[in-house]
């Protein structure tokens, strides 16, 4: 069992920075792959969650969507049980509930993919 916490999403402009954080628990975390999904309002399912980035187990194989890549940058520290994304030139349609997730394969962009899930993070991002 793999417990996540999301932290560090909130109120930006556009063209703004945030970080968020997802805290794990559990001694098998650095066995995990871990991702980042969003949620905007017009999503009323989690089915439907977009796929943001996804990092492996051992940092070494990233995989990023194209809206994002070249602005948004996953990490992990297994010392710490934790996985960031920092989230820079950000743009209203940004705005969404990013969750975590813990899996097996970081390229996997199927929700049905990931075994895991944290509780979610707004993130607004005004004009």
């Known amino acids: 069992q793999v417990q996540l916490v999301e932290s560090g999403g909130g109120l930006v402009q556009a063209g703004g920075s945030l970080r968020l954080s997802c805290a794990a628990s559990?001694?098998?975390?650095?066995?995990?792959?871990m991702a980042w999904f969003r949620q905007t309002p017009e999503k009323e399912t989690a089915l439907e969650r977009e796929?943001?980035?996804?990092?492996?187990?051992?940092?070494?194989?990233?995989k990023y969507s194209d809206s994002v890549r070249g602005r948004f940058t996953i990490s992990r520290d297994n010392t710490k049980n934790t996985v960031t994304l920092q989230m820079n030139s950000l743009k209203p349609e940004d705005t969404a509930v990013y969750y975590c997730?813990?899996?097996?394969?970081?390229?996997?962009?199927?929700?049905?993919?990931?075994?895991?899930w944290g509780q979610g993070t707004q993130v607004t991002v005004s004009l």
């Open positions: 796929f943001v980035a996804g990092i492996s187990y051992n940092g070494r194989v990233i």
């Open positions: 559990g001694r098998t975390f650095s066995t995990y792959a």
């Open positions: 997730a813990a899996g097996r394969t970081p390229a996997n962009t199927g929700v049905y993919d990931w075994d895991y």
